[in-house]
């Protein structure tokens, strides 16, 4: 008789994408007045001080292209980017980036393996450490 130990599929999905997207360092999580509005929850979210919209979105294209994603389709006025994985095409990512009226910059992240959300936060910090690199960075 053979003995098949039962993992939860969300953790070996997050785990996936978060060997896909490497590690760095953390941002602080932005005001909860911001998530309520846009409708994306806290650990999904990012906030930068800086009005330059542009800047920031640039940087999340290289971001996705160091971690291996392809960009299908960017929208520089409303400030959405939609990749997927070019090591697993069940992974697609889309990427909100909106400038308040007091200068910051919001990133907000949400991310599906096949059909489903993925729910494991350490990708999704992983993609906003790898991000906060290159925004420091500023040979990109």
Avoid: C
């Avoid at 360092?25 to 909860?32: D, E, G, K, R």
């Avoid at 806290?42 to 919209?53: A, E, K, Y």
């Avoid at 992974?91 to 959300?117: H, L, P, S």
């Amino acid at each position: 008789m053979h003995m098949v130990k039962h993992t939860d599929t969300r953790t070996k999905r997050g785990w996936l994408l978060g060997g896909l997207l490497g590690l760095g360092f953390l941002l602080a999580p932005v005001s909860s007045l911001y998530a309520q509005e846009k409708g994306i929850s806290l650990d999904r979210q990012r906030v930068f001080d800086t009005s330059d919209t542009l800047k920031i979105m640039q940087k999340t294209i290289y971001t996705l292209q160091d971690l291996d994603f392809a960009i299908n389709w960017i929208d520089f006025q409303q400030g959405k980017i939609y990749g997927e994985s070019l090591r697993n095409w069940t992974i697609q990512v889309m990427i909100w980036v909106t400038t308040d009226k007091n200068g910051k910059t919001f990133v907000g992240f949400k991310a599906m393996y096949g059909d489903e959300f993925v729910e494991d936060p350490r990708p999704i910090n992983s993609f906003f450490r790898a991000l906060a690199r290159n925004v420091v960075d500023d040979s990109i």
